[in-house]
């Protein structure tokens, strides 16, 4: 059968169905759509068809197409309530009409008087035949432009009874395979009937209800799966688990995103602060080592510490720490296989489950951003029925609660990794801790005892990731050393945003350095010294009380007005992924967020978060910076970036594929959430509205058209500042074209250097070379600062250049007028303004423009004295 198309009925504003305010159709309970909101005033036939049913009052009407799609059509909400008034139907119950016939002509200025809504829901009502595999949403539509897509669900899909069980076989469109998300969401469905409902795929079996057992089979894109189920409900049970499946979940393949992920997805997805490879702070910083070979053009790892114990790393967030090394290794726990008895045993572990789960939803009920998401994803899985029965029947065996638990989850984790699925074998990283957490409460530890180390720690690690964070005291940590990891990896952020020094991608050598040795941490000039001789140490002391010093007296200051010598205002601000990041802006002496990174709030979740509690977010950090201009980057997710239930199909090349403003528009009901939600904190004007990964006019024009219509839909008057960001070259050598519509311009440095030099950010072989101080970077920042001032736009900076101090007379040479660092740096990137005086800058970034090398211009920046 070949696909139905249906037209707009209605020229307007076509939205997803949960842009309607009323749960019968934002909900799905009439079936699925979207919804118009109408201009015009008369109903049109969108196919096609024969008229089923016109309603009493003539506000409603259906059709059934004559493949037997049935498409019911509301013109606005509570309208029956008008008893007929303002509609005219032009069409009786039997009637055929052709695709534009007129179908109900209404009075539309009495419904915007009278009615709750004008808006128009445009439903499927029997979705368990048609399935939409397109929808056109989120933008303007005219009677007869396409704006959905029906198929039929597949003729194949039948149940077969054999003695009490019924299987159905069918094929997954899900765009991911069954991930976590719609494994959870399987569950919650099955967990509704009583019968046992099993998934096959080639022979391999998991009872639905487990969310770790369905992963674990590894179901993907276009996979033929058997549901079975048995019981007195299995007929009605395989309808809906099957119905659900075939309906997408949001997540069916079609609309762009027509391939299976057949790689792994990047694991980095914390940008770049603070630095980057071969920065050194000396300068206005103050390094105090000669040039390095973590600063000299490619480096490769060391694979045996060198026997000048000097160990090159790549910055990912400058300044001096000595201290001593505190090894980053989980101890092993030691598990007897051999119980005390089923009884004990079993309690026992019960015990230990609900304590964990206790403490699990006490630091939710607190927790944001990416803490949140790792707290959720660990209470799920603690839920799983897989796992509990595993340990109880092991248990029953005669074995300990400890030793089942492990077996238990172990197992899983192994099934998990060996799927090969990259987002799978991070649910299995997720379920190794939480076996730590079980074992901990079994052995009657204190769950909230955080991993804690002696006074001056240098963390050395193979990697870290948030969660592990989580778990340690940082109070006496004085900076990180990871093994792999490149600059924009999560640690380099983490790092910078605690103001640690951080060296990343030092390689295999650093696990031949024993706890306690002594170490001198120079991330500025990329080198760790490994048991450093007297000299040494007496001149890193030398450098490191000049550090404290200078670092003193800049947070003594830090709440002064950010200005030149010479009285020109230079705006310093502050990135931001979280209210704590807030707070400690606002302590820094920060005068806004420059960038609001908020994919923060969407990353490692299973689903889209909601209006409401991105507002509350947003509130939330609008709050702490008590009336600072707040900047709110528009979602900026794939690339490096993946967020889970996002139908982004796997790309060969990522970062210049679906990411940025590009996911948005593709996904408007996404883009309009946003912008709601936005729109939605108070006091308004508070938040700017930042567009990331401009590459043309055309796109900033239809983000200004979202935004006007939400701002029309929510009934919000007041102007909002729209601006974009400048990380692709071409919105770097249009600036001009751009400012002429946007209200600011924010520049990206970390994607426009690797743009610029088609060096890949996530890689640390080209790591040593990715410098935003390229000549060829700095004078795209030059183009974008005088197309700005055409228009008389500011240009801003709220890339990792913004945060090196070698970089920022050059960037005010430039003419840049806004900088937004890490909030550690802020104050001593304010004491720096303060030294400098514009026209010594002028001349210094006019000279290194002219420089014919990223290391010429570093070398002339350690020489610029304001
Ligand atoms: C940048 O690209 O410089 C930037 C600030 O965005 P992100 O690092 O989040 O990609
Ligand atoms: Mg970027």
Known sequence: MKPIILTSPLQGWASPLEAVPDPVFAERMMGDGIAVDPTGDCLHAPCDAVVLSVHASGHAITLRTPEGAEILMHIGLDTVALGGRGFSPCVTEGASVQRLDPLIRFDLDLLV???????????????????????????????????????????????????????????????????????????????????????????????????????????????????????????DALAAIGDLILGGMGEKAGSGAPTPPAASPPTSVFPREGGGPGITNDGAAGSWAPASAGEQGARKPATTLPADGRLPGVTASPGIAIGQAGLFRLAAIAVTREGTGATAERAALDAALGLVADRLARKSATATGAERAILSAHTALLDDPTLTEDAHAAIA??????????????????????????????????????ERQVLRALAGEDLDERLSFPAGTILLADDLLPSHLLGLDTASIVGFCVERGGPTSHVAILAATMGLPALVAVGPALAEIAAGTPLILDAGA????????????????????????????????????????????????????????????????????????????????????????????????????????????????????????????????????????????????????????????????????????????????????????????????????????????????????????????????????????????????????????????????????????????????????????????????????????????????????????????????????????????RTLARSFRP
């Open 113 to 235: 008087c009278e009615a709750r809504a004008v808006i128009t829901p445009v439903i499927v009502t029997n979705p368990e035949r048609f399935t939409i595999v397109r929808r056109e949403t989120g933008k303007l539509v005219g009677i007869g432009e396409a704006i959905m897509t029906l198929e039929p669900r597949d003729a194949a899909d039948v149940a077969v009874v054999e003695g009490d069980t019924v299987r159905r076989t069918i094929v997954v469109p899900l765009v991911h395979g069954i991930h976590a998300r719609p494994a959870a969401r399987i569950g919650e469905i099955a967990r509704k009937f009583v019968s046992e409902v099993k998934i096959t795929k080639d022979e391999r079996e998991g009872n639905v209800r487990s969310p770790v057992a369905l992963m674990a089979l590894g179901v993907k894109l276009g996979d033929e799966i058997t549901l079975a189920a048995t019981g007195p409900d299995a007929a």
């Open 397 to 434: 065996q005669g074995d300990s609660a400890a030793y089942a638990w492990r077996t238990a989850i172990r197992g899983q984790a192994d099934a998990l990794k060996a799927t090969g699925d990259a987002r799978l074998a991070e649910r299995a990283d997720d379920m190794l801790d939480l």
């Open 526 to 857: 990329g080198l760790l010294h490994v048991a450093p001789d007297a000299e040494t140490q007496a001149t890193a002391q030398t450098a490191f009380d000049a550090q404290t010093e200078r670092r003193r007296a800049a947070l003594a200051n830090a709440a002064q007005e950010c200005r030149t010598q010479d009285g020109v205002r230079i705006e310093a601000f502050a990135n931001l992924g979280s209210a704590d990041d807030a707070e400690a802006a606002v302590r820094n002496g920060a005068e806004g967020c420059g960038l609001l990174r908020t994919e923060f709030l969407f990353l490692e979740r299973d689903s889209a978060p909601s209006v409401a509690e991105q507002t509350a977010d947003y509130q939330r950090i609008a709050d702490t910076l008590a009336g600072r201009p707040l900047i709110v980057r528009l979602l900026d997710i794939g690339g490096d970036k993946p967020a889970p239930y996002l139908p982004i199909a796997a790309e060969e090349n990522p970062a210049l594929g679906l990411r940025g403003i590009r996911v948005g528009l593709a996904h408007p009901e996404m883009l309009d959430a946003q912008l709601r939600a936005i729109l939605a904190v108070r006091p308004a004007g508070q938040c700017r509205i930042m567009v990331p990964m401009i590459a043309s006019l055309a796109e900033l024009r239809s983000v200004r058209t979202a935004l006007d219509a939400a701002a029309a839909a929510t009934g919000h008057t007041e102007h909002v500042a729209l601006g974009i960001m400048i990380e692709t070259p071409a919105a770097a050598v249009t600036a001009d074209l751009l400012a002429s519509e946007a209200d600011f311009l924010s520049i990206g440095t970390n994607d426009l250097t690797q743009y610029a030099l088609a060096m890949d950010r996530g890689n640390p072989a080209v790591a040593s070379d990715l410098d935003g101080l390229h000549p060829a970077v700095l004078r795209l920042i030059a183009r974008t600062c005088e197309g700005g001032a055409v228009h008389g736009k500011w240009t801003g900076v709220c890339g990792g250049l913004a945060s090196d101090p070698l970089a920022v007379p050059i960037l005010i040479g430039l003419g840049v007028t806004e900088l937004s660092s890490a909030p550690a740096l802020v104050p001593e990137i304010k004491a720096l303004v303060a030294t400098l005086t514009i026209d010594a800058c002028r001349a210094h970034a006019a000279a290194a423009m002219n420089c014919i090398s990223a290391a010429d211009v």
